[in-house]
């Protein structure tokens, strides 16, 4: 599974972004599908998961700025940020989990898109 990132960029505090990924491959299933974030200097974390049944997992930290949707016929995921702030600067990376026909999964990563927001 190859995923492709677009939409990352520099705005301003209280602006919004939106990030989109597209996942391309052969596999059995890709699920869930999501975007984790690293700062400098920190270590990566989750902002947020969505599964193929429509099950949304949230950090705390954008929860009522930040939210996800997928395509599952297109395997997209996109990423909508509102009123971002400068804590939110980072690298997104797109996640993918996929299984093939065997049952075996496996851990995809895009190459990661920065977003920076100036104050």
């Known amino acids: 599974v190859e995923l492709a990132e677009t939409g990352g960029g520099v705005v301003q505090t209280g602006e919004s972004l939106r990030l989109s990924c597209a996942a391309s491959?052969?596999?059995?299933?890709?699920?869930?599908m999501g975007w984790y974030r690293q700062a400098p200097g920190k270590q990566r974390d989750l902002v947020a998961t969505i599964t193929s049944g429509g099950t949304i997992n949230l950090a705390d930290s954008v929860k009522g700025r930040f939210t996800i949707s997928r395509d599952i016929v297109k395997n997209t995921v996109h990423l909508q940020m509102n009123r971002l702030r400068p804590e939110d600067t980072a690298v997104y990376y797109c996640n993918a989990v996929g299984r093939d026909y065997g049952g075996a999964k496996y851990t995809f990563w895009g190459q990661g898109t920065q977003v920076t927001v100036t104050s």
């Open positions: 491959g052969s596999f059995f299933s890709i699920d869930p």
